[in-house]
């Protein structure tokens, strides 16, 4: 059973004591819906879009999830700020993030889903912007973005969204969201991206003056196309900050007659050195087949791969930069002739030294992709 309305229930006849039932939550005023539900993002939204008026618009994290962008958990349940002071116009600064308002319904019986994720809700200038339990109200600049309808939900475009959450995501995370929306599902179906990189640059031309706008910019820099993962990402990050070269995001490697051999998560074809990441879901016996197969069929055209777990990276970044697994890389590139000193030479002093992003500049490509 999905959400439903007071309005509906009493349509169908429903008495007042049964929408009362300890089996019903009530995620937002006068929304009903079975006890335990679904808390994620995307069917929160659902319920919340039962009562949504036609101005109002998901936006920032919610929009980015709806979206389907990676998002660390921490950005999905943080936790509703304080409300502003009466004269705090922080709340209305087109491009801003916005504050939380104070919530003006009175609770109801059956109370919201616990640590369930806020969500954002925007309105253009000139709206009041929503005040309901479980909901960070925005007053945006709607000249500045797109409003589209993906899957039934009204949501701000994917790359204002993005923009958006500046000011509440880390730079890698950032870099992690943008890699999804310069990539998609494009390596496996050819389906195009939800931004291309312009797309991006745009959007933050767009929400100038905007908080967070050099981390954007930084963010865009390092974002590649390519990453099927938030994880992917990560390890990519972390592999060029550890020294090493930037590696190749789902590399395909092909056999003598043309043939796909296998995808590789990051590679380094000059070397022919690889990553691939190793999951739990990787432990069915017949997906351990599939796996012994494919490191057999790249052993035989010559690849060398490290295999890579949630003891060097986890889903939810929380393992990060390990000392072991960059050093296991940097070995199998030393057995194929790859040298450090090559690419310090071949940079100058300054750029050596690395940017604010920790990156050594010699070791990013020439153009992206």
Same mark, same amino acid.
């Given at each position: 059973?999905?959400s439903? !309305?007071?309005?509906e229930?009493?349509k169908r006849g429903?008495?007042?004591?049964?929408?009362?039932?300890?089996d019903?939550?009530?995620?937002?005023?006068?929304? #009903?819906?079975?006890?335990?539900?679904?808390?994620s993002?995307r069917?929160?939204?659902?319920?919340?879009a039962?009562r949504?008026?036609?101005?109002?618009?998901?936006?920032h994290e919610t929009a980015?999830?709806?979206?389907?962008?990676?998002?660390?958990a921490?950005?999905e349940?943080?936790?509703?700020?304080p409300a502003?002071?009466?004269d705090?116009?922080?709340?209305?600064e087109?491009?801003?993030?916005?504050?939380? #308002?104070?919530? !003006?319904?009175?609770?109801?019986?059956g109370?919201?889903v616990a640590s369930?994720?806020?969500?954002?809700?925007?309105?253009?200038r000139?709206?009041?912007?929503p005040?309901?339990r479980?909901?960070v109200?925005?007053?945006?600049?709607?000249?500045?973005?797109?409003v589209?309808?993906? !899957?039934? #939900?009204?949501?701000?475009?994917?790359?204002?969204?993005?923009?958006?959450?500046? !000011?509440?995501?880390?730079?890698?995370?950032?870099?992690a969201a943008?890699?999804?929306?310069?990539?998609?599902?494009?390596?496996?179906?050819?389906?195009?991206?939800?931004?291309?990189?312009?797309?991006?640059v745009?959007?933050?031309?767009?929400h100038?003056?905007?908080?967070?706008?050099?981390?954007?910019?930084q963010?865009?820099?390092?974002?590649?196309?390519?990453p099927?993962?938030r994880r992917?990402?990560?390890?990519?990050l972390?592999?060029l900050?550890?020294g090493l070269?930037?590696?190749?995001?789902?590399?395909?490697v092909?056999?003598?007659?043309?043939?796909?051999?296998?995808m590789?998560?990051l590679?380094?074809?000059?070397?022919?050195?690889?990553?691939?990441?190793q999951?739990d879901?990787h432990r069915?016996?017949?997906?351990?087949?599939?796996d012994i197969?494919? #490191?057999?069929?790249?052993?035989d055209?010559?690849?060398?791969?490290?295999?890579?777990?949630?003891?060097?990276?986890?889903?939810?970044?929380?393992?990060r930069n390990s000392?072991?697994?960059?050093?296991?890389?940097?070995?199998?590139?030393r057995?194929r002739?790859w040298?450090?000193?090559?690419?310090l030479?071949a940079?100058a002093?300054?750029?050596?030294?690395g940017?604010?992003d920790?990156?050594?500049?010699?070791r990013r490509?020439?153009?992206?992709?």
């Amino acid at each position: 059973m999905k959400s439903f !309305t007071r309005r509906e229930a009493n349509k169908r006849g429903v008495r007042w004591r049964r929408l009362a039932a300890d089996d019903l939550e009530h995620p937002f005023h006068g929304i #009903l819906r079975p006890a335990g539900s679904d808390p994620s993002v995307r069917a929160l939204a659902e319920a919340y879009a039962k009562r949504m008026p036609q101005r109002q618009v998901f936006s920032h994290e919610t929009a980015a999830a709806i979206w389907g962008v990676p998002l660390p958990a921490s950005a999905e349940t943080t936790s509703i700020p304080p409300a502003p002071a009466a004269d705090d116009s922080s709340a209305v600064e087109p491009g801003e993030s916005g504050s939380a #308002l104070p919530t !003006t319904e009175p609770p109801s019986s059956g109370e919201a889903v616990a640590s369930a994720p806020p969500l954002h809700v925007s309105v253009p200038r000139g709206s009041a912007p929503p005040a309901a339990r479980g909901v960070v109200g925005h007053v945006l600049n709607f000249e500045r973005l797109t409003v589209n309808v993906h !899957t039934g #939900l009204r949501v701000v475009d994917p790359a204002s969204a993005w923009v958006q959450c500046a !000011t509440r995501l880390s730079l890698d995370d950032l870099v992690a969201a943008a890699d999804f929306l310069l990539t998609g599902t494009q390596p496996f179906d050819g389906r195009a991206p939800r931004c291309t990189r312009d797309d991006l640059v745009a959007a933050i031309e767009r929400h100038a003056g905007c908080r967070g706008a050099g981390r954007l910019r930084q963010a865009l820099e390092l974002a590649r196309s390519g990453p099927l993962s938030r994880r992917e990402s990560l390890l990519r990050l972390d592999l060029l900050r550890g020294g090493l070269p930037e590696p190749e995001c789902n590399h395909r490697v092909l056999g003598a007659d043309g043939s796909l051999v296998a995808m590789i998560d990051l590679a380094y074809p000059e070397f022919r050195v690889g990553l691939e990441y190793q999951s739990d879901l990787h432990r069915p016996a017949a997906a351990f087949r599939r796996d012994i197969g494919r #490191l057999e069929r790249l052993a035989d055209v010559d690849w060398m791969i490290v295999q890579v777990t949630s003891d060097d990276v986890s889903a939810d970044g929380a393992v990060r930069n390990s000392e072991a697994l960059r050093e296991r890389v940097a070995a199998r590139l030393r057995a194929r002739g790859w040298r450090p000193e090559h690419e310090l030479m071949a940079s100058a002093p300054d750029e050596a030294a690395g940017g604010a992003d920790g990156i050594d500049s010699s070791r990013r490509p020439a153009s992206h992709s």
